[in-house]
């Protein structure tokens, strides 16, 4: 019979031969303290913006609930950092991790080959593929195998890799040898805390989620007024944490290339036309990690960025969508800019706006744009 040893040396040669960047394995054992470091995060009110509960925390800290019996947990990376788009003017930022067509899609199939053929070599089903979307600590479950590291800004470093990396886990009842936990750390580096420029990173390894711009650039609801000038030309994500991190920058910028962006409008949108986006020309953003939102989400955050363009020249555009958007939170977002960019034109389009606008909560930001001590002008 095979021992977990010789078992799991195996695996990982599958893994690495199927894609895998970066593959270790650690118990599948509940484990009590990432309970509660989710629970405490849920208390303080970081994970304000989804909706998770003790329920959560209690399957997220515990693979049974993936798979019952669950005895290991097989954790994958695989990098998918790539050139950084040179930052132009009128068109948007978007994160490395959703220039590709969406990375579920492309990781999951990657788990599932390995999983089918450690089933095979099991000889009945003993794996269950988990990706993001499941219930389940990555990040800790990863740390915890020894396949990195949790960094000052909450993300898994992978020695070689860095923290621009894609995390899989397959759970299975196999036994087997477990790797052990790295002793590496950031050590005094804060590098990723001070270049945040919302202050969402503590440097304790915990983050206040609900002001990361990447949280608030996929929030459904309206973006807080005090921070929307920090997201700057954020339409999707945010990238400054880990492109400061310096065993990221050491790593390089060489990822998958099944992750290679679509095209330079997934890349760096277009922002005149993200601010119009509508049915066909969303039908490409949907093949990417941005499309699960919903092009309303992505039309504010254009509204958002143009704003913090302090461009004149956009004053037309925002002026279309503050009339003709269907959505109140696109309008209102887009009365915010007018108001930031704070032109002539801008305030007549705002008056002009006010007479004609029928929601009460785009009225407010209507009205809020055209206070003279308004923040969004300081």
């Known amino acids: 019979m095979t021992s977990g040893t010789e078992l799991a040396a195996v695996i990982k040669e599958i893994a690495r031969s199927c894609g895998a ?52 947990v097989i954790c994958i990376a695989v990098a998918y950092a790539t050139p950084v788009p040179c930052e132009r003017r009128g068109r948007g930022r978007v994160s490395a991790y959703a220039w590709s067509r969406d990375y579920h899609r492309r990781m999951q199939s990657m788990l599932r080959a390995i999983a089918a053929r450690i089933d095979e070599l099991a000889g009945e089903p003993v794996t269950r593929v988990a990706c993001d979307t499941a219930p389940l600590a990555e990040r800790a479950f990863a740390a915890r195998a020894g396949l990195g590291w949790i960094g000052k800004h909450t993300s898994l470093i992978v020695h070689g890799l860095g923290s621009a990396v894609f995390l899989g886990e397959i759970v299975t009842t196999l036994d087997l040898e477990p790797d052990a936990p790295l002793r590496t750390s950031c050590g005094a580096c804060t590098a990723c805390v001070d270049v945040c420029p919302t202050g969402a990173l503590r440097g304790d390894r915990t983050m206040d989620a609900t002001r990361c711009i990447s949280d608030l650039t996929q929030r459904r609801d309206a973006i807080p007024h005090a921070l929307r000038p920090l997201v700057g030309t954020w339409v999707w994500g945010c990238d400054l944490c880990n492109d400061a991190c310096p065993p990221s920058r050491n790593a390089g910028r060489a990822g998958d290339p099944a992750f290679a962006p679509l095209g330079e409008d997934t890349a760096e949108p277009d922002l005149h036309a993200l601010l119009r986006l509508r049915g066909r020309a969303f039908a490409r953003l949907r093949e990417t990690a941005m499309g699960w939102r919903g092009a309303t989400v992505l039309r504010r955050n254009a509204a958002v960025a143009l704003g913090n363009g302090l461009d004149r020249a956009d004053v037309p555009a925002l002026a279309e969508a503050l009339g003709a958007d269907p959505s109140p939170l696109v309008r209102g977002h887009a009365a915010w800019a007018l108001g930031r960019i704070g032109s002539p034109r801008a305030f007549a389009v705002l008056r002009a706006a006010a007479a004609e606008e029928p929601d009460s909560g785009v009225l407010g930001e209507i009205g809020a744009a055209l206070e003279p001590t308004h923040p969004s002008r300081r």
């Open 21 to 72: 960047g970066a593959i270790r394995i650690g118990s599948a054992s509940q484990d009590l303290d990432i309970r509660k470091h989710i629970v405490s995060s849920i208390k303080r009110g970081d994970l304000a913006t989804w909706s998770y509960d003790d329920a959560y925390a209690s399957a997220a800290s515990d693979p049974a609930t993936q798979l019952p019996g669950a005895r290991s």
